[in-house]
């Protein structure tokens, strides 16, 4: 996984523009749409469990457990922007990031937002 990967966000072409800002530069807001969230719950991997008990004990990146929680996390964004354009909006604005424990089984990643539709300020 190169660092790039670790960025997260999603691609361009999704149709939907998503920022963490009240608003968006060069657009106003034509219409609210209201809370739209993407959550999804990953269980840890039993040899990433492992892999980081043993790094704790030397120090160090736990690059298994940041490699899934860089995927879940692309996975509630994903979702996020699924459930906004199926509500017909064209961004989310407000977006936001929740992490919890899971009954101690998994993390649960949520993304929300405001789904809103934007249009070009003349």
Not at 23 to 32: E, H, L, M, S, W
Not at 66 to 89: D, F, H, P, S, Y
């Amino acid at each position: 996984m190169g660092i790039e990967e670790y960025g997260g966000g999603t691609s361009t072409q999704s149709g939907v523009l998503v920022v963490t800002t009240n608003d968006a530069p060069g657009y106003r807001v034509q219409q609210v749409i209201g809370e739209v969230f993407g959550l999804t719950v990953r269980s840890r991997h039993i040899g990433s469990q492992i892999g980081a008990g043993l790094k704790s004990m030397i120090g160090g990146e736990l690059k298994g457990l940041t490699k899934t929680l860089v995927e879940t996390r692309n996975q509630a964004m994903e979702r996020l922007i699924e459930q906004a354009r199926a509500r017909g909006a064209n961004a989310v604005l407000m977006m936001r990031f929740d992490v919890t424990d899971a009954a101690d089984v998994g993390t649960e990643v949520c993304a929300y937002g405001t789904a809103v539709v934007l249009v070009a300020d003349p």
